[in-house]
């Protein structure tokens, strides 16, 4: 069943192509993309505006990027532009850069070619270039992506009626839907991603289409883990990933991409509207800003809960240290992912500290977090913790205390002083190393430390001469102790002689 069809209303029409707003004159397309299509043309070869920028156009939607295809091979591009990069010439694209002289983008040019057959699931089995766009059209993911503009006739080619399902706000396999999901498993998240980000304009999967999908679900097993990921990050990252995440799950996706998700499904909620876990989980996804680390820290944040529940003789369920484990767990999910190693620890670092008990959490401490993780950690965690409320039934409009305190208190800190980190500190390492007349050495760090130690009970203390006090009393303390306060520090065997940098 087709939207249209079910409600025998359309919606609203799609932009024009002949009235100039498309690109018609390439007057309205961006310079890199007019720059590039009036080469190919001046060299005698065809160029068509392809895929998702012509969907996006089309929608009123500002393209993601530009891509560019032609009957032109990728030995005969490069030699048309003076920056590029032969980004998979095997496959036919080319990246090219172009536009105003001093300010080129890119432009991802790919020959016309049909695909024939399938290697592994991931890559077609041979490329075949071709000279005819119909043909390339043929070989594309779904019809709405397989729309070409030609800018110069000021037409859309569309032989597998691409516009229609825009219109009716379908996403559908162009041909055979078993076939084409066989051919590239990549297409299955394709689908659903691509359904989640174009939501807010009442997309969703054409019924053939989504039968197909989840019958070949198994079938991303096949995928490099790197491209799983890159979805995935994209469909949570999108408005509506409520919609997209339980349409995974519907559609025997998710838990093939993390499957310790899958204990969470019918483990029970003590919580009003909200039945099992897997529900909090993903509406904590929902009430997160669209930051898809965030919002894959709100995915995961109770993940520990199945692991860790315990029943107490009064009956009551306890699931002590699920932050602990919960963050341990989405280290594993992490790595799992080939998540960059920074984005891995922003992850497991809200997981561990979701649970933090906002009335041990002083001045103190925040500038301490600020040193450490940074004010977007803080703010983070503050709106995962406001997630986590509203996910267990909580109205958003409720005054949460703890948040509310904490939000308060960190913009007083900010306020306040901005040494948070010894780097911030009035003095800086060559500065305490001519105060104290020694050279470079631990004993500089250890000395910085010290004063950023001071600085962060008393802000008011980070002036030069507060410092300079400071350091000289903690100089003639250390100086006198019997082992100095570097050496206290260092780990591992003690060493016999001094650091470099002690004085004799
Ligand atoms: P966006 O750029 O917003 O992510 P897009 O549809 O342009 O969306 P790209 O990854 O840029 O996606 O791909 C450009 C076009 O190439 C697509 O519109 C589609 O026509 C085609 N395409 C991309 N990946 C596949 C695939 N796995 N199988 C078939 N066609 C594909
Ligand atoms: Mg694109």
Same mark, same amino acid.
Not at 266 to 274: A, T
Not at 381 to 386: M, S, V
Not at 391 to 396: D, E, L, M, N, T
């Given at each position: 069943m087709i939207a249209g069809e079910e409600t025998g209303v359309l919606p609203p029409p799609l932009h024009s192509s002949t009235d100039g707003s498309f690109g018609g004159a390439l007057a309205p397309l961006p310079p890199q993309v007019q720059d590039v299509l009036r080469r190919l043309h001046a060299a005698g070869y065809k160029a068509h505006l392809v895929g998702g920028c012509v969907r996006d156009r089309l929608l009123g939607r500002p393209p993601h990027d530009w891509d560019v295809a032609t009957n032109a091979r990728p030995e005969q591009v490069l030699p048309l532009f003076v920056h590029c990069v032969p980004t998979g010439v095997a496959y036919g694209t080319v990246t090219v850069f172009a536009g105003e002289p001093d300010r080129h983008e890119p432009v991802q040019v790919t020959t016309y070619r049909k695909e024939m057959g399938s290697r592994d699931l991931r890559h077609p089995e041979k490329v075949v270039f071709s000279d005819s766009v119909e043909e390339d059209l043929a070989r594309r993911d779904f019809t709405i992506n397989a729309i070409a503009y030609d800018p110069w006739a000021e037409v859309l080619v569309d032989p597998v009626h691409?516009?229609?399902?825009?219109? #009716?706000?379908?996403?559908?396999?162009?041909?055979?839907?078993?076939? =084409?999901?066989?051919?590239?498993? /990549? *297409? &299955? !998240?394709? %689908?659903?991603?691509?359904?989640?980000?174009?939501?807010?304009?009442?997309?969703?999967?054409?019924?053939?289409?989504?039968?197909?999908?989840? #019958?070949?679900?198994?079938?991303?097993?096949?995928?490099?883990?790197? =491209?799983?990921?890159?979805?995935? /990050? *994209? &469909? !949570?990252? %999108?408005?509506?990933?409520?919609?997209?995440?339980?349409?995974?799950?519907?559609?025997?996706?998710?838990?093939?991409?993390?499957?310790?998700?899958?204990?969470?499904?019918?483990?029970?909620?003590?919580?009003?509207?909200?039945?099992?876990?897997?529900?909090?989980?993903?509406?904590?996804?929902?009430?997160?800003?669209?930051?898809?680390?965030?919002?894959?820290?709100?995915?995961?944040?109770?993940?520990?809960?199945?692991?860790?529940?315990?029943?107490?003789?009064?009956?009551?369920?306890?699931?002590?240290?699920?932050?602990?484990?919960?963050?341990?767990?989405?280290s594993r999910i992490a790595a799992s992912l080939r998540l960059p190693r920074s984005q891995a620890d922003r992850l497991a670092s809200l997981i561990r500290m979701h649970m933090v008990d906002g009335t041990d959490v002083g001045k103190k401490a925040l500038r301490r977090w600020l040193g450490q993780y940074g004010?977007?950690?803080?703010?983070?965690?503050?709106?995962?913790?406001?997630?986590?409320?509203?996910?267990?039934?909580?109205?958003?409009?409720?005054?949460?205390?703890?948040?509310?305190?904490?939000?308060?208190?960190?913009d007083e800190v900010l306020h306040e002083q901005k040494a948070f980190r010894t780097q911030d500190l009035c003095l800086d390492g060559r500065q305490v190393m001519a105060e104290l007349g020694v050279g470079p050495g631990p004993m500089v760090g250890a000395a910085l430390r010290y004063l950023l130690e001071q600085v962060l009970d008393d802000p008011s203390l980070n002036t030069p001469d507060q410092l300079r006090r400071l350091l000289h009393d903690w100089w003639q303390r250390t100086r006198s102790s019997p082992v100095p306060a570097v050496h206290r520090r260092q780990r591992g065997p003690a060493s016999t002689s001094p650091p470099p940098g002690l004085p004799d």
């Open positions: 691409g516009r229609q399902d825009l219109e #009716r706000r379908l996403i559908r396999a162009v041909g055979n839907p078993d076939q =084409r999901f066989d051919e590239d498993a /990549l *297409r &299955l !998240l394709r %689908a659903v991603r691509l359904a989640t980000e174009l939501r807010p304009y009442h997309f969703r999967l054409e019924s053939k289409t989504r039968t197909a999908i989840r #019958r070949h679900a198994p079938q991303v097993e096949y995928l490099s883990r790197e =491209r799983i990921r890159d979805e995935f /990050l *994209r &469909l !949570l990252a %999108a408005p509506d990933p409520q919609w997209g995440l339980w349409e995974l799950q519907d559609l025997d996706l998710l838990f093939r991409i993390i499957p310790e998700l899958a204990a969470t499904h019918h483990f029970p909620q003590d919580k009003p509207g909200v039945p099992t876990l897997l529900d909090h989980l993903i509406r904590a996804v929902q009430n997160v800003p669209p930051d898809p680390i965030l919002r894959l820290a709100a995915l995961l944040h109770d993940i520990a809960k199945p692991a860790t529940a315990t029943m107490s003789p009064d009956g009551q369920v306890h699931f002590y240290c699920h932050d602990t484990l919960g963050a341990e767990m989405a004010e977007r950690w803080i703010r983070d965690l503050l709106a995962l913790r406001r997630a986590d409320n509203i996910a267990s039934g909580v109205s958003p409009d409720e005054p949460n205390p703890f948040i509310d305190r904490l939000e308060d208190l960190l």
